[in-house]
Nanobody, 121 residues
Framework: QVQLVESGGGLVQAGGSLRLSCAAS????????MGWFRQAPGKEREFVAS????????FNADSVKGRFTISRDNAKNTVLLQMNSLKPEDTAVYYC??????????????WGQGTQVTVSS
C-alpha cells in the first residue's frame, strides 16, 4: 500500500504563490508516475500536472500553463507543485496521486486526502 499526504495549502491573495508538497510512504515509487489533480466546488476533478519517475512532465496547459511547475525528489518520495500567479479560479482542493507507469488510469492508483487552496481576489 502507498500512503500520500499533501501539505502546503492555504489562503493566498490573487497573484501570490503557494507550494504544495506530497509525501509518499509505504513503498518506493520507482516506476510510478505522480501527479496533482484539483476539484473546485460543483466541478469535476481535473488533471493539473504529472511527473514520471524519469522526469517527463505534463500539464493541463489550458489551466496552468506557465504558472505551475511540478518536480519530484525520488530519493525522498516527494512531489512538489509550485503555483505562481495564482488566480481565484485556482481555488480548489488539490489532490496528490500516484499510478504505475504502465497503467495510464489514475483511478487505479493511490490518492491523498487533499489540501485546500483558496485564492482571494
Amino acid at each position: 500500500q502507498v500512503q500520500l499526504v499533501e501539505s502546503g495549502g492555504g489562503l493566498v491573495q490573487a497573484g501570490g504563490s503557494l507550494r504544495l508538497s506530497c509525501a509518499a510512504s509505504g513503498r518506493t515509487l520507482s516506476s510510478y508516475a505522480m501527479g496533482w489533480f484539483r476539484q473546485a466546488p460543483g466541478k469535476e476533478r481535473e488533471f493539473v500536472a504529472s511527473n514520471t519517475w524519469s522526469g517527463i512532465r505534463a500539464f493541463n496547459a489550458d489551466s496552468v500553463k506557465g504558472r505551475f511547475t511540478i518536480s519530484r525528489d525520488n530519493a525522498k518520495n516527494t512531489v512538489l507543485l509550485q503555483m505562481n500567479s495564482l488566480k481565484p479560479e485556482d481555488t480548489a482542493v488539490y489532490y496528490c496521486a500516484a499510478r504505475k507507469s504502465d497503467d495510464l488510469r489514475w483511478t487505479n492508483g493511490y490518492w491523498g486526502q487533499g489540501t485546500q487552496v483558496t485564492v482571494s481576489s
